[in-house]
């Protein structure tokens, strides 16, 4: 499995950015997939993930409705829109992949992914 993750850049507070993560190597119907961050000498944590069965979604509780996890369904493809960003979101993004339908107490966690993208850098500037 591989996971191809694109889409960071640079922008300043308020603005947008989408990001996308491609899989490929295997069939998604009974996966999750997830997004997590670290910034700069912070551990890595979660910011949203998705059951690629039913698209039951969760976030993180920093998001407060300001990004947005979908699928693509026929491009094996996980998105990220971001919107409102701050310069406290400023960190390397990863998206994650389990081979499991993760349930509440595991979706969260890092363990819980099994393959792991090489990761995009999100920079928000104020």
């Known amino acids: 499995v591989q996971l191809q993750a694109s889409g960071g850049g640079s922008v300043q507070t308020g603005g947008s950015l989408r990001l996308s993560c491609v899989a490929s190597?295997?069939?998604?119907?009974?996966?999750?997939m997830g997004w997590f961050r670290q910034a700069p000498g912070k551990e890595r944590e979660f910011v949203a993930a998705?059951?690629?069965?039913?698209?039951?979604?969760f976030y993180g509780d920093f998001v407060k409705g300001r990004f947005t996890i979908s699928r693509d369904n026929a491009k094996n493809t996980v998105f990220l829109q971001m919107n409102s960003l701050k310069p406290e979101d400023t960190a390397v993004y990863y998206c994650?992949?389990?081979?499991?339908?993760?349930?509440?107490?595991?979706?969260?966690?890092?363990?819980?992914?099994?393959?792991w993208g090489q990761g995009t850098q999100v920079t928000v500037s104020s």
């Open positions: 994650a992949l389990s081979e499991r339908s993760l349930i509440l107490s595991t979706i969260k966690k890092e363990l819980s992914y099994d393959y």
């Open positions: 190597g295997r069939t998604l119907s009974t996966s999750t």
């Open positions: 998705i059951r690629w069965s039913g698209g039951s979604k």
